[in-house]
């Protein structure tokens, strides 16, 4: 697949690391869960059908991860909402498919920039995350990713997640959302995916509640980008 790797300044020294491939709209960007990175069995798939498209696809670390600068739990939340947003600017309205607290960040950037994204999917959304991201901490002030990678987070990351606006985000999301979460997950619950649903503003919206489905929803990805094109009611990728 004939990729390039992309450097985003964001200035004062800050950038994101991402790669992308051209092609046609509405184009991909998929953003990872906390403690991954932009390469993996998911972004990997999505590639894939965004090639057999020949739709454009981007995929990035966020900041704090992988490539781009930062160190995870030192770059509030917020900020990494605003790096998309700077991202998406002046580009094509982009189908934004988010994992976990990807999902999370990518309804915020859909609620605050609507015009910059052409439909939205959200993979097991760490919808409540935030709100109670204190209590989630260790006796050490430490977090654990679900993939068993600890790490501080500091006060004005507690304080960015407690003051941004969760319980309002699905009044304010216009744009189609594909919701697709696991009934088996034990990371996120999957009824905080169907009150999320409930709240969506947007006429157009699908819930899949996945049978036994975890966390990954790698098993099940081919099809989730199936659905988010019939919500959007693009033509199929060929077979």
Do not use: C
Not at 27 to 44: F, M, Q
Not at 201 to 209: H, M
């Amino acid at each position: 697949m004939s990729t390039r790797t992309f450097r985003f300044e964001l200035g004062n020294g800050e950038f994101l690391v991402g790669d992308e491939l051209a092609g046609a709209s509405p184009p991909w960007l998929y953003l990872h869960g906390l403690g991954a990175v932009r390469t993996g069995e998911k972004s990997g798939s999505l590639l894939a059908h965004a090639e057999r498209q020949g739709r454009g696809f981007r995929r990035i670390d966020l900041r704090g991860q992988g490539d781009s600068s930062g160190r995870l739990g030192q770059v509030p939340v917020s900020h990494v909402i605003d790096d998309v947003v700077r991202l998406l600017e002046g580009h094509r309205p982009t189908v934004i498919v988010g994992s976990s607290l990807g999902g999370l960040v990518g309804a915020y950037v859909a609620a605050a920039r609507p015009d910059l994204v052409r439909g939205l999917a959200l993979l097991a959304p760490a919808f409540g995350l935030l709100g109670n991201l204190a209590q989630r901490l260790d006796a050490r002030g430490r977090m654990w990713t679900s993939e068993g990678t600890a790490f501080t987070v500091t006060p004005q990351v507690l304080a960015d997640a407690k003051a941004l606006d969760e319980a309002g985000l699905g009044k304010r999301l216009q744009v189609p959302t594909l919701v697709v979460h696991g009934t088996a997950d034990d990371v996120i619950p999957a009824r905080a995916s169907e009150r999320f649903f409930d709240a969506i503003a947007s006429a157009q919206k699908e819930l899949w509640l996945v049978p036994g489905g975890d966390h990954r929803l790698n098993t099940v990805a081919p099809t989730i980008w199936r659905r988010i094109d019939a919500l959007l009611g693009l033509p199929p990728a060929p077979a």
